[in-house]
């Protein structure tokens, strides 16, 4: 099978696309209305890459909703029950944002700029329809806009390294998840101590998408030393990492604290955050599922199916894998599973292949690694 994606403004391309096909990218994902390199053609090479040299990531579908003027610390706040008031400029958070029912509808990572600017750098749903509509309804004096920025991601044991090789030894001092502003020749960025994986690393905002080719070869020269090469967000690493990914491993009724995210959660914000009130009741009642590990009895890789498998108790359903991959640090099939309340780390189950065959499995606790 093979097929082409259809050209339209609605799937846009990345700054970094030409660098991306240049380097040999296979695959893409559609992410926030844009194509998001999911594969070079050797999976297993981009994962050793990451866990054990480094790597760069087209990631500027992690897009960013800038919103700023005098309520925008207001509008913030109310977007996420997060308490973000000993928050500080220069920082980073993860927040998880809510629905009015709980539900979590993106996990963006939160950036201040200053007071009255903040960046939501975001998972793959529509937080500019939904920040708008919420800052017009609530009547906030704010500007939102996705402003023209495009985040590649440095991961990996070297990262900092090529990012010190290529900006300076002063970002060395960068702590994790804190951001500066940095500039390379006429190239302008912002520079984090962040990114989707547990390896270690750095993600520069680009700030001019005209320059996206020249910044992507600049990174592959500082990183020619360390033998980087071009990956993607990794889908066996964030299993192992146990990093969620929003829209995969949640669904239309999945809650924070139900992922693991009840760190990102303060019940006692004010009572007009979004959601905050349904979360309170959630928290009292007690949650019905949670998020756990599993591990796959099988002394060969699995395939990967893009169709969940259940996970099943003799004739009872508890829930379903959202996904899995075969560990080679662990050697072993590994997952990550929504499943009943009921079922608890260690218990055996049974899972329920799309095709109707089953196999043995145990549940664990997370993260795996
Ligand atoms: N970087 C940036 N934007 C992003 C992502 C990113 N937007 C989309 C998506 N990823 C958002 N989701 C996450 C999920 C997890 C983490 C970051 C973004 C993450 N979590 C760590 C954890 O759970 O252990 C650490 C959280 C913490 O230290 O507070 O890193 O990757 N720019």
């Not at 050793?48 to 706040?77: F, H, N, Y």
């Not at 939102?144 to 991961?155: F, N, R, T």
């Not at 010190?164 to 912002?190: K, N, Q, V, W």
């Not at 969620?244 to 992922?259: H, I, M, R």
Request: proline fraction near 6%; charged fraction near 20%.
């Amino acid at each position: 099978m093979s097929f082409n994606i259809s050209e339209s403004p609605r799937v846009r391309r990345s700054p970094f696309f030409d660098s991306t096909i240049e380097d040999g990218v296979v695959s893409f994902l559609p992410y926030n209305k844009m194509l998001l390199p999911t594969g070079y053609g050797d999976p297993r090479a981009e994962y050793e890459r990451l866990i054990k040299g480094v790597a760069m990531w087209d990631v500027a579908a992690q897009r960013q909703i800038q919103i700023s003027g005098p309520d925008a610390c207001k509008l913030v706040q109310v977007l996420t029950p997060r308490k973000l008031d000993q928050m500080t400029p220069g920082v980073g958070w993860y927040t998880a944002i809510c629905n009015h029912a709980g539900t979590i509808i993106n996990d963006p990572v939160l950036l201040k700029h200053a007071e009255d600017k903040y960046w939501f750098s975001i998972a793959d749903s529509d937080m500019l329809l939904w920040s708008r509509a919420i800052a017009h309804e609530r009547g906030f004096n704010v500007t939102i806009c996705e402003p023209d920025v495009s985040p590649l991601a440095i991961q990996g044991p070297y990262a900092e390294d090529v990012v010190a090789a290529l900006l300076g030894e002063e970002i060395r001092s960068i702590r994790h998840f804190r951001f500066e502003y940095g500039e390379l020749d006429t190239i302008p960025m912002i520079v984090a101590r962040s990114g989707w994986s547990k390896q270690g690393g750095f993600e520069l905002y680009l700030m001019n998408s005209a320059k996206g080719s020249e910044l992507w070869q600049r990174v592959k020269q500082a990183g020619k030393p360390f033998d980087i090469g071009p990956g993607c967000p990794n889908p066996t690493e964030r299993i192992e990492s146990g990093l969620l990914s929003y829209g995969g491993d949640t669904d239309d009724e999945t809650n924070p604290f139900e992922v693991r995210l009840e760190r990102y959660i303060h019940l006692d914000v004010p009572d007009d955050v979004i959601g905050v009130q349904a979360l309170r009741k959630i928290y009292a009642d007690g949650v019905r599922r949670h998020q756990l590990g599993i591990f796959i009895n099988s002394d060969k890789p699995l395939g990967y199916s893009n169709q969940y498998s259940q996970v099943i108790a003799g004739s009872e359903v508890l829930g379903k894998i959202t996904a899995q991959s075969w560990s080679p640090r662990l050697k072993k099939n590994i997952g990550l599973c929504l499943v009943s309340i009921e079922a608890q780390p260690g218990d055996d189950v049974m899972i329920k292949l799309h095709n109707g065959y089953h196999l043995e499995a145990q549940l664990t606790v997370l993260p795996f690694l």
